[in-house]
């Protein structure tokens, strides 16, 4: 016999639609103080926004921009040019990123340092809520996407994983009706490939075959691009750099707080690397068969795309808490699924838990040393599992 309070609990009655709105709107209130206070603090007293990471890919643009692209690769080079246009300390951000990454945000070298990052986050930020809202359409959703803690940590953090996840959601969205456009958009991952291992075992295993040979040649177009407009040399620079990003992720002791990966989780922990290449190879194993089945049974375009972008974030051992803002996808998906078809237990209060997961994630490391990511990331991929099955305690709402 079911205990009624779980049975209230699961079912999550108190979340609707207003009050999801309300909520959003105040989040918005907290986010738009705290980025105030961070205005006055930190650009105050650094003359720059706090978008760190983007240090890198403006001197890697810039670089490339002025003609010596390979220069990119070479740390001392990109030492100099960080320092020079952000009046850093000393230190530097390694660029890391494969050639075809460095040949799209090109012309942001052309520009100074913030008008590139303002036209780099406004872009991505801009293309990525356009897609959700393809995904998510009710007008309920506005806020609640515009006020989403993950679009605010990769702001904050000046990354890409905006631009990453507009890949996923054009598989969500095209797969179906379009799917040489949706294996054209996944086929631009190769600019971020970690995230783009599980994409071939998602279309082979849904013979999604048109969508696959579009993915396979732009990848390679990209690829070959690269080589022609960049050079061979940066191609070489790309590569011998390669070992120092794998030695950034198993020894710099300060980064594994921030990352979301059963690698970071083992590392934090206090486990060496064999311990923790193990546990995230078991991770991935599991995380691929989960989509694989959902890919065989062919689900839809919007449980597929859901269930690669969760494995996406799972497979990987480089994985931080600005790239889980790809949760966008599923979440969105799941979302617009339970309001048209009705909630499952659960569902309602996995989304709020995922929802406000990228505020805290990173806390969690630093202060606790415990990365809270890969447990709710398995959940989402376990509910799109769930979902592929017939409805059993459905709920409206």
């Known amino acids: 016999m079911k205990h009624p309070r779980f049975g209230r609990l699961a079912a999550a009655d108190w979340l609707t639609a207003d009050r999801a709105r309300v909520y959003a709107g105040i989040l918005a209130a907290v986010q738009g103080l705290f980025l105030a206070v961070l205005a006055v603090l930190f650009i105050r007293h650094t003359g720059k926004p706090v978008?760190?990471?983007?240090?890198?890919?403006?001197?890697?643009?810039?670089?490339?921009?002025?003609?010596?692209?390979?220069?990119a690769y070479d740390n001392t080079v990109i030492e100099a040019t960080e320092r020079a246009a952000t009046e850093m300390a000393p230190g530097y951000l390694a660029f890391y990123y494969p050639p075809p990454y460095l040949l799209l945000i090109l012309p942001l070298g052309l520009l100074g340092y913030v008008p590139a990052l303002v036209v780099f986050l406004a872009s991505e930020s801009l293309l990525l809520l356009a897609a959700l809202r393809r995904l998510l359409p009710q007008r309920w959703a506005w806020l609640p996407l515009l006020t989403w803690p993950g679009l605010l940590m990769n702001g904050l953090s000046g990354q890409n994983a905006a631009l990453s996840t507009a890949c996923f959601a054009a598989a969500a969205i095209w797969l179906e009706k379009r799917p040489v456009v949706a294996g054209m958009c996944l086929g631009g991952l190769v600019c971020k490939p970690q995230l783009a291992v599980c994409v071939p075992v998602a279309l082979l295993a849904a013979r999604r075959w048109r969508a696959l040979i579009a993915c396979g040649l732009t990848a390679a177009c990209l690829l070959a691009l690269s080589w022609l407009v960049l050079g061979p040399a940066t191609w070489h620079g790309f590569l011998a750099n390669a070992p120092k990003a794998r030695a950034d992720i198993e020894t710099i002791a300060i980064k594994w707080p921030k990352m979301q990966s059963v690698f970071g989780e083992i590392r934090l922990a206090g486990g060496g690397n064999a311990l923790a290449y193990a546990m995230q190879a078991v991770m991935s194993a599991a995380c691929m068969g989960g989509l694989a089945w959902v890919a065989w049974r062919r689900p839809g375009a919007r449980l597929e795309a859901s269930a690669l972008a969760a494995a996406?974030?799972?497979f990987t051992p480089f994985l931080y808490d600005y790239d889980l803002l790809l949760l966008a996808v599923p979440m969105a998906c799941m979302a617009a699924?339970?309001?048209?078809?009705?909630?499952?237990?659960?569902?309602?209060?996995?989304?709020?838990?995922?929802y406000i997961l990228p505020l805290f994630a990173r806390a969690f490391g630093l202060l606790a040393g415990v990365i809270i990511g890969p447990p709710l990331v398995a959940a989402m991929l376990l509910l799109v599992v769930l979902r592929t099955r017939p409805a059993s305690g459905v709920t409206a709402g």
Do not use: I, N
């Open 51 to 71: 978008a760190v990471d983007f240090d890198a890919f403006w001197a890697a643009s810039h670089l490339a921009a002025g003609g010596h692209a390979a220069s």
């Open 312 to 314: 996406a974030l799972l």
């Open 337 to 354: 699924l339970g309001v048209g078809t009705g909630w499952r237990p659960w569902e309602k209060c996995l989304l709020a838990a995922l």
